[in-house]
T-cell receptor, first 113, second 113 residues
């Protein structure tokens, strides 16, 4: 079974631009969560989607948004990029609510200049 | 109340020794406590997880000890090997779902040969 895939793996943007990251969950998994990883703040939960609905949301500004498609693939979007948005963005999938194990993808490393 | 505090930040252990990483939490609603291992350039991978109804869980060389009254849990790696050198994260979530994980700050473990 293929793991969680994320595209692109690396991205360089400039301040003020917007970016869209993509995540394909493990086949059969319906829940997708997004996390931001930085050296200073560690791993922080962004949001979680299940059956195309946002179920949980972390404490991030509205510039961070996401969506999930009917095939469970998910995208996250960051608008008006700031330098502090430079981070590793990780996607994780699980079978759904109550599904205990989250499987993480390799992440997308975003650098904002 | 949503924090999970992890210590130490870094740890150096000789090959064959025992590595011990500790975590503490405040939110008594947490009911799922996983440990993740992350290698450079990779996403976190689930090592072992525990629920508060048991005090210890062992899988191979990895053991979680859980103290519900103290709101603490720890990871023990027995017979530590150079291949165990990685960053380890404890985490916690509530409502029997692992989708919204609150992570500790991480421990960088180095096993000297």
């Amino acid at each position: 079974k293929a793991g969680v895939t994320q595209t692109p793996r690396y991205l360089i943007k400039t301040r003020g631009q917007q970016v869209t990251l993509s995540c394909s969950p493990i086949s059969g998994h319906r829940s997708v969560s997004w996390y931001q990883q930085t050296p200073g703040q560690g791993l922080q939960f962004l949001f979680e989607y299940f059956s195309e609905t946002q179920r949980n949301k972390g404490n991030f500004p509205g510039r961070f948004s996401g969506r999930q498609f009917s095939n469970s693939r998910s995208e996250m979007n960051v608008s008006t990029l700031e330098l502090g948005d430079s981070a590793l963005y990780l996607c994780a999938s699980s079978s759904g609510p109550g599904g205990e194990t989250q499987y993480f993808g390799p992440g997308t490393r975003l650098l904002v200049l | 109340q949503q924090q999970v505090k992890q210590s130490p930040q870094s740890l150096i252990v000789q090959k064959g020794g025992i590595s011990i990483i500790n975590c503490a939490y405040e939110n008594t609603a947490f009911d799922y406590f996983p440990w993740y291992q992350q290698f450079p350039g990779k996403g976190p991978a689930l090592l072992i997880a525990i629920r508060p109804d048991v005090s210890e869980k062992k899988e191979g060389r990895f053991t979680i000890s859980f103290n519900k009254s103290a709101k603490q849990f720890s990871l023990h790696i027995m017979d530590s090997q150079p291949g165990d050198s990685a960053t380890y994260f404890c985490a916690a979530s509530r409502d029997q779902g692992a989708q919204k994980l609150v992570f500790g700050q991480g421990t960088r473990l180095t096993i000297n040969p």
